[in-house]
């Protein structure tokens, strides 16, 4: 009789041969992967929260920042500003029609501070469950009820037309190169965001600013909707004020093509 079917040795014997199941292997492999992660996360996390927090993410938040570091180096300017105004005076190296021409093309430019009697016009958004007041109009769309770019500049061009000579937008100065944007609900103006309500001053003849108000086609429309559904229209007449000067940068930025 032959051993070789009973010899361990020739490895034909089914008994002989240990087999390895699929599901064991895959068990396996799911428990070192899960072991790797969490390594990972520990090694990665170091005692803290990896976690970031939903506030930082968001876009509105990086606008306030930048906005208020904005109005910071506004500031800083301006001071800056003042300082070299005041060195220039005790310069007498210029002669003093030299020095009136500069006084007034700063002046023309909103540089310098302007005091005169003044016009403020407040816009704000209607109330959020604001409803038609007049019969014959249709209920608000949420768009009926904010105010929007065409809005502030409607009363920018219309207080430029009736001879402002000088503007306030908020707490800033317009000069030639600024532009009166909206994103969403916010102003950003020369860097700065702001939120309703929103104060247009101007100074100039306090008649003919609210002339000018009442004349303009746009704002018109506008009153539409401050007598429909509520967005906030006020017209004060401030008396002597002082508009601050320009104090930002006047260098014109724009986008450039990636080289």
């Not at 908020?170 to 965001?193: E, F, P, Y």
Request: hydrophobic share 35%; proline share 5%.
């Amino acid at each position: 009789m032959s051993n070789s079917a009973d010899s361990p040795g020739t490895g034909t014997s089914p008994a002989g041969i240990r087999r390895f199941r699929p599901v064991r292997i895959l068990t396996v492999a799911v428990f070192a992967l899960a072991g790797l992660i969490f390594f990972t996360s520990f090694n990665t996390a170091k005692g803290t929260n990896i976690r970031t927090d939903a506030s930082l993410l968001k876009l509105s938040d990086l606008i306030q920042n930048r906005s208020e570091k904005n109005g910071r180096l506004n500031d800083a300017n301006g001071v800056l500003r003042d300082e070299v105004d005041a060195l220039r005076k005790e310069d007498d190296t210029g002669t003093g029609a030299d020095n009136e021409k500069l006084t007034k093309l700063e002046r023309s430019a909103g540089a310098q501070k302007l005091k005169g009697k003044a016009v403020t016009v407040t816009l704000n958004d209607a109330p959020p469950n604001a409803t038609a007041k007049l019969p014959g109009y249709p209920e608000p769309q949420p768009d009926y009820l904010v105010i929007h770019q065409q809005d502030l500049q409607a009363v920018v061009n219309a207080l430029w037309q009736g001879g402002a000579q000088g503007i306030k937008v908020m707490d800033q100065r317009l000069i030639a190169t600024s532009a009166v944007r909206c994103v969403g609900n916010t102003l950003i103006l020369q860097g700065r965001v702001y939120s309703p309500p929103y104060k247009i001053t101007a100074v100039g003849d306090p008649e003919k600013l609210q002339q000018a108000l009442a004349a303009s086609k746009a704002i018109q429309n506008y009153m539409v909707y401050v007598n429909v559904y509520g967005l906030g229209w006020k017209v004060t007449d401030d008396g002597t004020v002082t508009l601050p000067g320009y104090s930002g940068t006047v260098d014109l930025h724009y986008a450039k093509p990636v080289e």
